[in-house]
């Protein structure tokens, strides 16, 4: 199969494939019969809801409603736990791939993140998950939070999570991937119950999707549905993968971040000749510009800056890249003082790092 072929596919109905993996992913109230569920070749994972927010309190206190409350909340929290570690040990009995997914709220990234490991154990084949339904702070963890979390994560098990999301907070995360550095290198977990996302898919840092949500209650009915799982109900969710059951198995649990493509380089347009200008016939050729290194760019700065004003006695020596901390503290020192003294030079104590381009008077 040609790449563009296996492009389309990818984001053009690829559960259609028999030979793409399933993943399904479930939460507390999914009913499930797991011999059933097993019987589908294609099923190579299986994900569910570990933590939410932030963990109730285990004290209760205040008045007989919040008390019962508190409770409440408690006991939920409990039987979900226990839910969830015997699914997994169901699961990884059945030969499934096993994964955690953390439903992110408002509130303390850190204890989050903290909360979510302490609650899923996750082991070290584990696929683990942060769950951003929507980029609105006000119900769900902002993305800010989300950057903490996924670094405390890696702090304390040594490796990121996958990125769940929806097709508008992806792309609005890859269309600022400058300000978001980690979500936007996070594997995709994408959620979009459409047939083709083509035209959707955020292309900024992903070029894919590690998963695809396209079935769920949104989609799945009982007259029509995307993919029907045995053993569950229309509501359960249903995930696919670019590859086969035994190349997911491999990829598992997805913990390496996403490869940066690299910056595109800056163009400015081929000079032409005026006459052919002037005719009104010419096509506009670009050309991309290298972008030089830090370590020049500083460098030429300072030269021009001592060509321009060479009564004010900038002495510029060449700079090269540090090779490491103590020689790129010594750099920026020795570039510093060397600003320092020019701007002393300059009536009104203007900075030629910022005045190059103007002429002398």
């Known amino acids: 199969m040609s790449s563009a072929r296996a492009e389309t596919s990818d984001f053009s109905r690829p559960w259609a494939n028999e030979d793409r993996a399933l993943v399904i992913d479930a939460y507390e109230y999914n009913g499930i019969d797991w011999n059933a569920l097993a019987s589908d070749e294609r099923i190579a994972g299986f994900i569910n809801k570990a933590s939410d927010g932030l963990e109730p309190a285990y004290f209760c206190k205040g008045s007989v409603d919040e008390y019962k409350l508190c409770k409440t909340l408690w006991k939920r929290h409990a039987v979900a736990r226990e839910l969830f570690h015997t699914r997994r040990t169901v699961a990884k009995a059945l030969g499934l791939k096993w994964g955690a997914y953390h439903l992110a709220r408002p509130g303390n990234p850190i204890d989050q993140a903290n909360h979510f490991l302490d609650f899923a154990e996750p082991e070290a084949d584990d696929l683990i998950a942060l769950d951003i339904e929507d980029n609105d702070p006000e119900k769900f963890m902002s993305l800010e939070d989300a950057e903490i979390f996924a670094r405390h994560i890696h702090s304390r098990i040594g490796r990121y999570p996958v990125l769940y999301t929806n097709g508008s907070t992806a792309k609005y995360i890859a269309d600022n991937r400058e300000r978001y550095r ?5 594997p995709l977990w994408y959620a979009r119950y459409k047939p083709e996302i083509g035209a959707h898919f955020p292309k900024g840092h992903w070029q894919n999707y590690a998963l695809w949500q396209f079935s769920s209650h949104i989609n799945c009915n009982a007259k029509r549905c995307p993919y029907r799982v045995p053993g569950t109900k229309d509501d359960i969710d249903v995930n696919v993968a670019t590859m086969g059951v035994e190349a997911l198995r491999e990829a598992w649990p997805f913990a390496d971040l ?3 493509p690299p910056a595109p380089l800056p163009q400015v347009p081929i000079p032409v000749a005026r006459s052919d200008a002037l005719a009104g016939d010419v096509e506009i050729a670009y050309a991309d510009v290298e972008l030089a290194s ?12 001592g060509e321009r004003y060479p009564e004010r006695g900038v002495q510029v020596a060449s700079v090269s890249e540090p090779q490491g901390v103590g020689e790129a503290l010594a750099m920026v020192k020795d570039i510093e003082l060397a600003r320092l003294e020019a701007i002393r030079a300059v009536p009104g104590g203007l900075d030629p790092m910022q005045t190059v381009s103007i002429e002398a008077d």
């Open 182 to 186: 980690l979500l936007s290198r996070l």
């Open 258 to 260: 996403t490869d940066a």
């Open 294 to 305: 830090y370590a020049e760019r500083m460098e030429n700065v300072l030269k021009v800056a």
